[in-house]
Nanobody, 114 residues
Framework: QVQLVESGGGLVQPGGSLRLSCEAS????????PAWFRQGVGKQRELVARTTAAGRRDYADSVKGRFTISGDRAKNTVYLQMNDLKPEDTAVYYC????????WGQGTQVTVSS
């Protein structure tokens, strides 16, 4: 059983930055992830960024050049640095990991508004 605890969400103005953190109670860096997803109101959950134990990083086209995923394997923690935030980035952001099964965090709200 792996628990994921996210933090770092909040309200920010357009053009601002936030850094999300996801701390896991067990190992989460492998060939599958971890990853960050988001879900806006009335929208489907979508993949935002993913990193793997081999160092691969994938991003949704909508966040390329603005978001950076990184991890600290020793701390079982994954981060999402979000820069130049836009109103369309407003969503609940979820941490995802796979360790013999899927695990999801509780979500953290990110609101981009002036």
């Amino acid at each position: 059983q792996v628990q994921l605890v996210e933090s770092g969400g909040g309200l920010v103005q357009p053009g601002g930055s936030l850094r999300l953190s996801c701390e896991a109670s067990g190992s989460i860096f492998n060939a599958v992830g971890p990853a960050w997803f988001r879900q806006g109101v009335g929208k489907q959950r979508e993949l935002v960024a993913r990193t793997t134990a081999a160092g691969r990083r994938d991003y949704a086209d909508s966040v390329k050049g603005r978001f950076t995923i990184s991890g600290d394997r020793a701390k079982n923690t994954v981060y999402l640095q979000m820069n130049d935030l836009k109103p369309e980035d407003t969503a609940v952001y979820y941490c995802f990991a796979w360790n013999q099964r899927d695990y999801w965090g509780q979500g953290t709200q990110v609101t981009v508004s002036s």
